[in-house]
């Protein structure tokens, strides 16, 4: 039996005001592409993507050694003889104390990639079905909190969206407050040699919500992190997605969750049953195959 293209299931939400581009996100990270014209969300669609967590891939899991120190091609032996040779050139300073034996590096460079599948449930923001959007928060570990960069209303609304979330969801959830649409704030680039910006220029920085405000109501809610997006241009759509699965991966290692437990959000491979899992930039937006 082959094993699964994953090592764990999380499930994601994302929440916030309709017309936010929550769904805009969500195909954006699984198929690629932006679609400019989108229904309305009713109650809730699906997504998926499998993307890689922890070392090697993930910065925040590097060595504790630089990399120069340790390359595939040296061995513990090369190491300790290079060392040697250091110590005994005249006039020369010791090399610093090492945080980790090279042994322990060696290995964690060898160590498999993780992968970890992304179940995203996009919700519908409309009040009309907020009861039925509520359910849909059970059983997550993570969540994507949009609001409009370009319409102040839908950040006075993140609160609300937050409290209806912890009421529901387990409390270990992680969240990160999205602020969409970062290419409505940006006036268009002038042209070379010329330092005037239009009146039309200016009028494309449809700005409503600054940065500063929106970290500070992060660090007031105890929201993970702070992330502009553009679901048109791409800008840090996978890095607000990328940050709640590394920080789930970081729980999972810590030991916060059951991965026989459904209500936690995470699983492990054995809920697939064995089957292969694969994902391509053509997947499918259906509901089927889905078990979070």
């Not at 994601?12 to 769904?23: A, E, R, T, Y």
């Not at 609001?147 to 993140?158: E, G, I, P, Y």
């Given at each position: 039996?082959?094993?699964?293209?994953?090592?764990?299931?999380?499930?994601?939400?994302?929440?916030?005001?309709?017309?936010?581009?929550?769904?805009?996100?969500?195909?954006?990270?699984?198929?690629?592409?932006?679609?400019?014209?989108?229904?309305?969300?009713?109650?809730?669609?699906?997504?998926?993507?499998?993307?890689?967590?922890?070392?090697?891939?993930?910065?925040?899991?590097?060595?504790?050694l630089p990399p120069s120190t340790v390359s595939p091609s040296r061995t513990p032996d090369a190491l300790q003889s290079s060392a040697q040779s250091a110590d005994t050139k005249p006039n020369g300073l010791p090399d610093p104390?090492?945080?980790?034996?090279?042994?322990?590096?060696?290995?964690?460079?060898?160590q498999p990639q993780k992968y970890m599948k992304l179940s995203l449930w996009d919700t519908a923001g409309q009040?009309?079905?907020?009861?039925?959007?509520?359910?849909?928060?059970?059983?997550?570990?993570g969540a994507l909190l949009v609001?409009?960069?370009?319409?102040?209303?839908?950040?006075?609304?993140?609160t609300d969206w937050l409290n209806d979330l912890r009421q529901i969801a387990e409390p270990d959830i992680v969240v990160v407050l999205v602020g969409n649409k970062a290419d409505l704030t940006k006036p268009d680039a002038t042209e070379p040699g010329d330092e005037q910006v239009s009146e039309g220029q200016e009028?494309?920085?449809?700005?409503?919500?600054?940065?500063?405000?929106?970290?500070?109501?992060?660090?007031?809610?105890?929201?993970?992190?702070?992330?502009?997006?553009?679901?048109?241009?791409?800008?840090?759509v996978e890095r607000a997605f990328m940050r709640v699965a590394e920080r789930i991966y970081q729980n999972i290692q810590a030991g916060k969750y059951d991965l026989n437990d459904?209500?936690?959000?995470?699983?492990?491979?054995?809920?697939?049953?064995?089957?292969?899992?694969?994902?391509?930039?053509?997947?499918?937006?259906?509901?089927?195959?889905?078990?979070?």
């Open positions: 039996m082959s094993s699964p293209a994953w090592d764990y299931i999380a499930k994601l939400v994302c929440i916030g005001d309709s017309g936010c581009g929550k769904s805009s996100l969500t195909i954006r990270l699984c198929e690629g592409r932006f679609v400019a014209h989108h229904d309305v969300t009713i109650g809730v669609e699906f997504g998926s993507r499998i993307v890689p967590v922890g070392p090697p891939h993930s910065e925040e899991f590097t060595p504790l104390p090492k945080r980790e034996p090279p042994s322990t590096v060696a290995a964690a460079q060898q009040e009309t079905y907020k009861s039925v959007t509520r359910s849909y928060f059970r059983g997550a570990s609001f409009d960069l370009s319409r102040k209303q839908t950040f006075q609304h993140v009028a494309e920085n449809k700005r409503e919500v600054t940065r500063e405000e929106a970290e500070e109501w992060a660090r007031r809610n105890g929201v993970l992190e702070y992330v502009e997006t553009s679901a048109k241009s791409g800008e840090n459904r209500r936690s959000g995470v699983k492990g491979p054995s809920a697939g049953g064995g089957r292969q899992v694969r994902l391509t930039n053509d997947a499918k937006r259906s509901p089927s195959g889905f078990c979070c």
